[in-house]
């Protein structure tokens, strides 16, 4: 089990669109991958998905192993997202009626997207190992808690009779455990 986190504003990476650029002849021809704008993209600071990628990928290098992982994986992350100004007290306590979790944007499917790929050839080959897992994201529980990702990595045996039964421990406002339980065997 690999677990680290990763401090700074989770960011998602959005929707890719392809398209061909022509050569002079076809076999200089080039399929071209575009990430697509929308209002949150052109929001952001050029090259900000980058460098959170980037800072996902140097923490995971700390704690990677000698030999990437090449079965399949299971992927645990807690995005903790920046809780608005208009939702605290002075006294530094959450104000009555403001929600408990982030159910705007940016979305946990596009945030788990940046962390997948930023992963990719570091902890494991490629993104598409990940084949189970909890993602959840939340707000600030107090008014200086880091922004960041709290991310774990498992392997899972590949062997057909192996049970495997993982327990994880997500750093949360509620004290929490989670139970995933499998087997391969038929």
């Known amino acids: 089990m690999i677990q680290l986190y990763v401090a700074g504003d989770p960011l998602p990476q959005g929707s890719k ?3 061909i650029l022509r050569g002079k002849t076809r076999k200089q021809d080039r399929v071209v991958l575009k990430e697509v704008a929308n209002n949150a993209t052109k929001k952001r600071k050029a090259g900000a998905l980058k ?3 980037k800072a996902i990928a140097e923490e995971a290098r700390k704690h990677a192993p000698a030999e990437l992982i090449a079965g399949p994986v299971d992927l645990t992350i807690v995005f903790v997202l920046e809780r608005p100004k208009s939702h605290w007290l ?3 306590r959450i104000a009555k009626g403001k929600p408990r979790r982030p159910i705007g944007r940016p979305d946990k499917s596009k945030l788990t ?3 997948e790929d930023a992963l990719s ?3 494991y080959r490629d993104d598409s190992q990940v084949v189970d897992g909890r993602v959840r994201k939340r707000y600030q529980t107090i008014p200086d808690e880091e922004t960041g990702a709290h991310i774990i990595v498992t392997a899972i ?3 057909e009779t192996e049970a495997y039964v993982i ?3 997500i750093p949360d406002e509620e004290t929490e ?3 995933t339980v499998g087997c391969d065997a038929e």
Do not use: L
């Open 113 to 115: 997207r940046a962390v």
């Open 90 to 92: 002075k006294s530094g």
């Open 167 to 169: 327990v994880t421990a």
């Open 177 to 179: 455990a989670y139970v």
């Open 157 to 159: 045996p590949d062997e």
């Open 121 to 123: 050839g570091v902890i």
């Open 17 to 19: 669109t392809g398209f």
């Open 51 to 53: 460098r959170w990628r």
